[in-house]
């Protein structure tokens, strides 16, 4: 980028003349989804308020005081009055930082996973134009996709701003009591003007050239994509300088007096020498002649200039931009998008110059119109009681403002909100979005138990409503006698199976022991003392529990354990201890233990015995 040593305002210059006095525009419908656009210019505010759908509810100019302006310490309060009567503060507002001081690229790179294009942009940027990126912010917009040498490529507007900058101005707007909800520049702002369809340009490649007072500006977009951003060192100032120049020049040539011819006009005689143009009067002559298109003004006492001479002095000035103009275009045709631009827009105080549009067309065979953000157009342009002001140049004032009135965080460049808050951001959305999933999935499953155990719980009820009827209509047949004789049956058919128990109690002792018994333990005998059969009483003798016996049952086991002499008695203690999860025996004890030999082999012979239950 081509840019001048000192920075300037991309909005309305000094020249064009402040809006006239109007009435207080009250729009129906403005809530929480407006947003403001505020554009510092060099004299003043200009601000833009647009709607939730994209509709322009209001603008204004404010301004500056003779003390106050950007950089002032009573700048914020100066913003906060003038916003605190546009806009609430619940209002979204955007704001700009100079376009010279953003660096811009558009780039190719290679069709990437999601997660990989911020890396491959970030150096494909740094590649072309080194930055630090400790003082810059880099963001990226993606403008699509693209076949080129047969592979698929994204295309990227790359960029880069000073993060002090970005900081002073949001500094700024938090001061006054209305932060920011974005920063950019002004080329992102025409961009919304044409993505929103403000602006025919949207299905198109258009230009847009903004004339300042020192430098330039030419921004190129295709298709509604800012893809070119250039500033030049060409403006108002040396056209204004040319006047003066030529105009002092023939008052020095001209000794005494000077004779300057004009169409349709009579020849005037001018002053002396002494009568040479300052830098104010030459200004205001630019004005009337080139801007206001006037025929003739008087320059100074006695000297009359016609439009016609004051254009032809302006024209080596015209030139050098056109020139430049035109070189920027055919970069574009031949580097980047290999088509030709369609229309030139042109913003700034030029823009009210007929002459100079005209004139600029003609040398780049492209037409040449003035930006007029102001003009009502179907659908998204309708505003109410607002005063339109009369001068196009004063119109044309407004683009930058309202561009960023048609601002959005989803795709607006903001230097305040990157690709990283936006990737936070979708990342939360992704994660609230699978809770909402995962929430609704247990309430439907939630709801269908519900509605299930609903059903399940009628049934029963009505079950139970079935059967209470039916109880009511039993009336059953009993009393004493026949309890006490089907007590006498079950307390005999207790003790049968009682007397059964006992009868099989030793062939279950036995086939319990030799099941648990291991093969390293040989048992020699087992004596197993039951106690006295259940004596079965007669079925007269009434109902009532059997007699309570306390006899002790015991099992004693005789026998040899096997195997080395170390783990002879931790065998026996191992055997004895698993008789304690039989359901059958007790606490065992060891009555007497003692090694012995036996066929040459020595073993341990044990006496133990088990409590029966």
Same mark, same amino acid.
């Given at each position: 980028?081509?840019?001048?040593?000192?920075?300037?305002?991309?909005?309305?210059?000094?020249?064009?003349?402040?809006?006239?006095?109007?009435?207080?525009?009250?729009?129906?419908?403005?809530?929480?989804?407006?947003?403001?656009?505020?554009?510092?210019?060099?004299?003043?505010?200009?601000?833009?308020?647009?709607?939730?759908?994209?509709?322009?509810?209001?603008?204004?100019?404010?301004?500056?005081?003779?003390?106050?302006?950007?950089?002032?310490?009573?700048?914020?309060?100066?913003?906060?009055?003038?916003?605190?009567?546009?806009?609430?503060?619940?209002?979204?507002?955007?704001?700009?930082?100079?376009?010279?001081?953003?660096?811009?690229?558009?780039?190719?790179?290679?069709?990437?996973?999601?997660?990989?294009?911020?890396?491959?942009?970030?150096?494909?940027?740094?590649?072309?134009?080194?930055?630090?990126?400790?003082?810059?912010?880099?963001?990226?917009?993606?403008?699509?996709?693209?076949?080129?040498?047969?592979?698929?490529?994204?295309?990227?507007?790359?960029?880069?701003?000073?993060?002090?900058?970005?900081?002073?101005?949001?500094?700024?707007?938090?001061?006054?009591?209305?932060?920011?909800?974005?920063?950019?520049?002004?080329?992102?702002?025409?961009?919304?003007?044409?993505?929103?369809?403000?602006?025919?340009?949207?299905?198109?490649?258009?230009?847009?050239?903004?004339?300042?007072?020192?430098?330039?500006?030419?921004?190129?977009?295709?298709?509604?994509?800012?893809?070119?951003?250039?500033?030049?060192?060409?403006?108002?100032?040396?056209?204004?300088?040319?006047?003066?120049?030529?105009?002092?020049?023939?008052?020095?040539?001209?000794?005494?007096?000077?004779?300057?011819?004009?169409?349709?006009?009579?020849?005037?005689?001018?002053?002396?020498?002494?009568?040479?143009?300052?830098?104010?009067?030459?200004?205001?002559?630019?004005?009337?002649?080139?801007?206001?298109?006037?025929?003739?003004?008087?320059?100074?006492?006695?000297?009359?200039?016609?439009?016609?001479?004051?254009?032809?002095?302006?024209?080596?000035?015209?030139?050098?931009?056109?020139?430049?103009?035109?070189?920027?275009?055919?970069?574009?045709?031949?580097?980047?998008?290999?088509?030709?631009?369609?229309?030139?827009?042109?913003?700034?105080?030029?823009?009210?110059?007929?002459?100079?549009?005209?004139?600029?067309?003609?040398?780049?065979?492209?037409?040449?119109?003035?930006?007029?953000?102001?003009?009502?157009?179907?659908?998204?342009?309708?505003?109410?009681?607002?005063?339109?002001?009369? %001068? =196009?140049?004063?119109?044309?004032?407004? !683009? &930058? @403002? #309202?561009?960023? /009135?048609?601002?959005?965080?989803?795709?607006? *460049?903001?230097?305040?909100?990157?690709?990283?808050?936006?990737?936070?951001?979708?990342?939360?959305?992704?994660?609230?979005?699978?809770?909402?999933?995962?929430?609704?999935?247990?309430?439907?499953?939630?709801?269908?138990?519900?509605?299930?155990?609903?059903?399940?719980?009628?049934?029963?009820?009505?079950?139970?409503?079935?059967?209470?009827?039916?109880?009511?209509?039993?009336?059953?047949?009993?009393?004493?006698?026949?309890?006490?004789?089907?007590?006498?049956?079950?307390?005999?058919?207790?003790?049968?199976?009682?007397?059964?128990?006992?009868?099989?109690?030793?062939?279950?002792?036995?086939?319990?022991?030799?099941?648990?018994?291991?093969?390293?333990?040989?048992?020699? %005998? =087992?004596?197993?003392?039951?106690?006295? !059969? &259940? @004596? #079965?009483?007669? /079925?007269?003798?009434?109902?009532?529990?059997? *007699?309570?016996?306390?006899?002790?049952?015991?099992?004693?086991?005789?026998?040899?354990?096997?195997?080395?002499?170390?783990?002879?008695?931790?065998?026996?203690?191992?055997?004895?201890?698993?008789?304690?999860?039989?359901?059958?025996?007790?606490?065992?004890?060891?009555?007497?233990?003692?090694?012995?030999?036996?066929?040459?082999?020595?073993?341990?012979?044990?006496?133990?015995?088990?409590?029966?239950?």
């Amino acid at each position: 980028m081509i840019r001048g040593d000192e920075t300037e305002a991309d909005g309305g210059d000094d020249l064009v003349a402040e809006s006239p006095k109007r009435k207080k525009t009250v729009s129906a419908g403005f809530g929480r989804g407006a947003t403001v656009g505020v554009d510092i210019g060099y004299t003043g505010l200009r601000l833009a308020k647009a709607g939730r759908k994209r509709q322009l509810q209001d603008f204004k100019f404010v301004p500056f005081g003779p003390d106050i302006g950007p950089g002032h310490p009573r700048f914020p309060q100066f913003l906060k009055s003038a916003l605190s009567g546009f806009c609430p503060r619940e209002s979204e507002i955007w704001s700009v930082i100079p376009s010279a001081e953003v660096e811009m690229r558009y780039l190719r790179v290679p069709k990437l996973a999601r997660k990989e294009v911020p890396n491959a942009v970030f150096w494909s940027l740094k590649k072309e134009t080194p930055f630090n990126e400790k003082e810059v912010v880099f963001d990226f917009d993606l403008l699509g996709d693209v076949i080129e040498d047969g592979f698929r490529k994204t295309e990227v507007m790359a960029y880069t701003a000073p993060i002090k900058q970005v900081e002073e101005l949001r500094n700024t707007f938090n001061r006054s009591g209305f932060p920011l909800t974005g920063v950019t520049a002004v080329p992102f702002a025409f961009q919304n003007l044409f993505r929103s369809e403000w602006l025919e340009g949207r299905k198109a490649h258009v230009c847009n050239l903004y004339i300042g007072r020192t430098w330039s500006r030419i921004d190129v977009f295709a298709n509604g994509n800012l893809v070119l951003s250039r500033g030049i060192k060409a403006g108002l100032n040396s056209m204004i300088d040319a006047i003066r120049d030529g105009i002092n020049e023939r008052l020095t040539r001209e000794s005494g007096g000077i004779v300057i011819e004009m169409e349709g006009v009579e020849k005037e005689e001018a002053g002396a020498p002494s009568d040479a143009l300052n830098d104010d009067q030459t200004r205001a002559v630019f004005q009337a002649l080139i801007i206001e298109a006037r025929k003739t003004v008087e320059a100074a006492p006695g000297v009359t200039i016609a439009e016609l001479e004051a254009f032809d002095l302006i024209l080596p000035a015209l030139d050098r931009l056109v020139r430049q103009v035109e070189r920027t275009l055919e970069h574009y045709t031949q580097k980047l998008k290999g088509e030709t631009v369609s229309r030139i827009y042109s913003t700034g105080t030029a823009s009210a110059s007929a002459r100079i549009l005209g004139y600029i067309g003609e040398q780049l065979a492209v037409p040449v119109e003035a930006v007029d953000p102001l003009e009502i157009k179907a659908p998204l342009g309708t505003m109410a009681g607002a005063a339109i002001p009369k %001068s =196009i140049a004063e119109r044309s004032s407004y !683009a &930058p @403002a #309202l561009g960023l /009135a048609l601002s959005d965080k989803a795709y607006t *460049p903001n230097f305040i909100f990157t690709y990283k808050d936006k990737e936070e951001v979708a990342t939360t959305k992704n994660v609230r979005r699978v809770a909402l999933v995962v929430f609704l999935i247990v309430m439907i499953i939630l709801g269908g138990y519900y509605f299930f155990q609903e059903r399940l719980l009628n049934q029963k009820t009505a079950r139970v409503k079935t059967l209470q009827t039916e109880l009511g209509k039993f009336v059953p047949n009993v009393n004493h006698d026949l309890i006490g004789k089907v007590m006498a049956v079950l307390v005999r058919n207790r003790k049968l199976l009682d007397e059964y128990g006992y009868k099989y109690q030793g062939l279950a002792v036995l086939s319990e022991v030799t099941g648990m018994t291991p093969a390293n333990i040989r048992l020699m %005998s =087992i004596t197993a003392d039951l106690g006295q !059969a &259940p @004596a #079965l009483a007669p /079925a007269a003798a009434g109902p009532g529990p059997a *007699p309570a016996q306390s006899q002790k049952k015991t099992v004693s086991l005789e026998g040899l354990v096997t195997g080395d002499r170390t783990t002879l008695e931790p065998a026996l203690a191992h055997y004895l201890l698993g008789f304690q999860v039989s359901p059958l025996f007790g606490q065992p004890s060891i009555k007497e233990q003692s090694f012995k030999v036996l066929q040459g082999r020595e073993v341990l012979f044990f006496k133990a015995e088990l409590e029966v239950k």
